[in-house]
């Protein structure tokens, strides 16, 4: 992998910062983030309400409302159609927990990944004719489901459609490209091109939270509020939406809801995983909490998901979350089983110096695909397509680096393609095997391809020997939570380290831990949880295999030369009842 380091360095004198209670050294990792004015970095550090946009200001924002109220008052019935994931299930939930208690009647459905696909489809549509109901909502999906609302349409239904994904784009009849809308009679997204919604980030459980506030202020219920802002932070980090803006007051403090919610699924899953529930952060959410409910939608169904968050019953509650908890485990040993197999393909096929790596691996459930596309695309960034078998023909998922467009690389070759969809940094598509070779071949001979972009570019927040990291500095790094896109954990970078020892840990010995000499002789533990053969090959070529054997024996001493730069995150560890600060290895040279 190439790659650079770029430390920021901007230099910006803020006034009035001593009322914000800042380090200094939180200061300047702000500034090097281009933060330049006292309102920016207070309203960052401290989210409030003033954030959240005008509601109103989402195109069909009032006849959504109208139209909701109308079933309030004449009782028709009125069902939900989610999506399988994390953003999917929380948007259901909003919706459910709301109409219901306003008065609407209403029920849901959430598709089957492998059966039914994303979104909704004519199946759903029809099974709802079939159920005498003529009122459906979208939540999450339904943007990109023109023939299927054409066709709910043609079956006297009316349709909410609330969304967040990317407009449509098709080839007109003239030849160009535009943007198409299904034939909804409400469209709550701000992505459409005449919504004058200023912020356009939110994911589903956003809008739906946007929607479902309106209507419990319209009832004298805010007093519920809160019980949604919990769920919308959930699936604000877990759908990887830009922490900025109204989504970071959503997330901030929904994280600070939790820590003391009501809701008894919610729990259950922070107790069975032993989450500390007064430092519940953005890393539980994103890597714990988040991943237990996509597991559901990924090897068993989303519809638990709603079991869990809707459920009153304690005890059955702590059932559904070890039931969760196990799943995700699966999930979790799935995933590497099929990373390591992926990684052997890669190697045993040579398509490591491909420009597009793309691997067919019948033995990945096609639920893991896109998890094991994105951990390849991290590895040796570059952008990558995971394939294998599913009913009919095969189906996989797409990751991409920043600047390669892997949409539009895929969209070049839709003759050898079942079906597929995305946007420039992800996609799902279906191909048949015989397809596969002659598209791994075109991808890789295209003209869009610009090798200048697959150069890794790491942004250092702050240099900072790791000497000079005391409690203070890592307490305050939590005044920068919630962590996640467009919000990354700092990135702090100290130089001429010397290594002391190394040994492998982990269940599968895949990990490294790591002591490492300060510029003023002291020494510090480092886990490092990348490439372990990688490391230790780029110390063998800088040094030698022999004191990289010396090192792991634990036989080398203070005085040694093997110096190293690095690239570090900190945390506090709080176990049994004692805290300590730990140093988490990004990147290395030497």
């Not at 589903?204 to 209507?215: D, I, Q, R, S, W």
């Not at 397509?385 to 070049?412: H, M, P, Q, W, Y």
């Not at 598509?429 to 002659?438: D, G, P, T």
């Amino acid at each position: 992998m190439l790659e650079r380091w770029i430390l920021r360095n901007r230099n910006t004198l803020v006034e009035g910062l001593e009322t914000l209670k800042i380090s200094n050294k939180i200061l300047k990792i702000l500034i090097n983030r281009d933060f330049k004015n006292f309102d920016d970095i207070k309203n960052y550090i401290y989210p409030s309400e003033v954030l959240l946009n005008d509601p109103f200001k989402l195109k069909d924002f009032q006849k959504a409302i109208d139209i909701l109220i109308s079933l309030v008052e004449s009782g028709d019935r009125l069902r939900i159609v989610g999506d399988y994931d994390v953003d999917g299930i929380s948007s259901v939930y909003i919706l459910y927990r709301t109409f219901k208690n306003i008065g609407i009647n209403v029920d849901f459905v959430i598709p089957d990944r492998v059966k039914d696909g994303y979104g909704i489809n004519t199946r759903i549509v029809s099974e709802a004719k079939n159920d005498g109901i003529k009122f459906l909502i979208t939540c999450d999906n339904g943007i990109a489901a023109i023939d299927v609302i054409k066709f709910a349409k043609e079956n006297g239904f009316t349709i909410i459609v609330t969304d967040h994904h990317d407009i449509q784009i098709v080839n007109g009849e003239n030849g160009n490209f535009e943007k198409v809308l299904p034939d909804a009679d409400v469209i709550l997204n701000p992505k459409q091109d005449d919504c004058t919604y200023e912020f356009k980030k939110l994911c589903g459980a956003g809008v739906c939270f946007k929607l479902c506030c309106e209507l419990y202020r319209k009832f004298g219920l805010e007093n519920k509020i809160n019980e949604l802002i919990e769920i919308t932070a959930i699936a604000t980090i877990c759908d990887v939406v830009d922490l900025e803006g109204e989504n970071r007051f959503l997330a901030k403090k929904g994280i600070e809801l939790l820590r003391t919610t009501n809701n008894i699924g919610l729990n259950a899953i922070i107790d069975v995983n032993s989450i500390s529930r007064e430092n519940i952060c953005s890393y539980d959410i994103g890597y714990v909490i988040g991943p237990c409910l996509n597991a559901l939608g990924r090897l068993d169904s989303g519809m638990k998901g709603l079991d869990i968050l809707l459920c009153d019953d304690k005890e059955k509650a702590y059932e559904l979350a070890s039931e969760i908890k196990d799943l995700n485990d699966k999930r979790k040993s799935m995933t590497l089983e099929g990373f390591v197999e992926s990684l052997k393909i890669i190697k045993e096929e040579n398509y490591l110096n491909s420009n597009v790596i793309v691997i067919y691996n019948e033995n990945i459930h096609e639920s893991i695909a896109g998890i094991i596309a994105g951990r390849i695309k991290e590895r040796f960034y570059k952008p990558t397509i995971v394939l294998t078998k599913g009913e009919g023909c095969c189906k996989g998922s797409a990751r991409s680096i920043e600047g390669i467009n892997i949409f539009d690389l895929i969209s070049e070759n839709r003759d050898l393609l079942e079906a597929f969809g995305g946007h420039p940094m992800a996609a799902g598509l279906s191909i048949k095997e015989e397809n596969i070779n002659l598209f791994r071949d075109r991808l890789n001979k295209s003209s869009r391809i610009d090798k200048d972009k697959y150069i890794n570019t790491v942004y250092i927040d702050i240099f900072c020997p790791i000497q000079e990291i005391d409690y203070d500095f890592v307490k305050d790094l939590d005044k920068l939570e919630p962590f996640g896109k467009s919000n990354l954990k700092p990135v702090i970078g100290d130089k001429h380290l010397r290594v002391y020892s190394i040994k492998r840990i982990g269940k599968n010995k895949n990990y490294i831990s790591i002591k490492l000499i300060s510029t003023d002789d002291k020494i510090f533990d480092f886990v490092y949880f990348g490439d372990a053969e990688e490391f230790d090959k780029s110390f063998s070529n800088s040094y030698s295999r022999v004191e990289l054997e010396r090192l792991y024996s634990g036989k080398c001493n203070m005085n040694n030369q093997f110096f190293i730069d690095v690239l570090y995150e900190v945390s506090i560890d709080n176990y049994n009842f004692s805290e300590m600060i730990k140093y988490f290895l990004l990147k290395y040279r030497f």
